[in-house]
């Protein structure tokens, strides 16, 4: 978890002088979910960290990315926020999150109107009742089209984390990206920022080719938890499955093998 957030929340408590009880009845929260944020047991979704920004007067991005407790009161106001989204939800009559889901036919339409909570509400959502899925994060379901992350067939729902701070990002892990240009992709993702302010998306299908994306492109990143499938694979496709991620290993250790030679 995020023990920047946690620290943040605990300091800029005690900064203003008040208790964990205090802060609960300010944000309309409980003195143990205060307690969890503190203790670094759970991490507060989207609409929450804005009341908390918005109680402490910062932004979300120095509550989630900046060490607070480390800096002086006069935090820069240049901090860059453009990554950073006030992600739109959807919750049932006990006010609990609900999961969205983006079917293809959506895909256009969520790139343009992803922040409008009229059109978020369209979408069809629900919950699943899942002890893989926290009650404390934010999901969201969108379905993929194409052969490109075979073998995960075309038409899958993929079951994504909403990736609030994307220093998070996980070399080689699958992510769902939101951008204007490229929309709703699902690849494998390596982060050049550093070096040269993009992520290298790569397909598990060797015969697409890896790209880059600038990361002031994206609109939003989900982290890919699992996903849903109505098609079920036929005897033979198993086996080509099995061969085709044995051929990808094949690959993977190979090229780590050239790269291990060159280093040394």
Sequence with gaps: MNDIIANNIKHLRKIK??????LARALSLSRSVIGSYEENRAIPKLNVMQDIANYFSISIDQLVNFPLWKEDKNITSNINTDNLRILTTVVDKENKELITSVPVQASAGYTKA????DYIEELPHFSLPLAELSKEKTYRLFQIKGDSMLPIPSGSYIICEYLVNWQDLVDGKTYILISKDEGIVYKRIYNKIKES??????????????????INEIMEIWSALGYI?????????????????????????VSALKNKSSNE
Excluded at 17 to 22: A, C, F, V
Excluded at 197 to 212: A, C, Q
Excluded at 229 to 253: G, H, T
């Design 229 to 253: 499938s109505f098609n079920f694979p036929e005897p033979e496709q198993m086996d080509m499955n099995n061969l085709f991620k044995m051929v990808v290993d094949l690959k993977n250790e």
């Design 114 to 117: 992803y922040s409008d909570p």
């Design 197 to 214: 302010g993009e992520l290298l998306l790569k397909s598990d299908n060797t015969e697409y080719t890896p790209y880059t994306i600038r």
């Design 17 to 22: 002088g008040i208790t964990q009880e205090e």
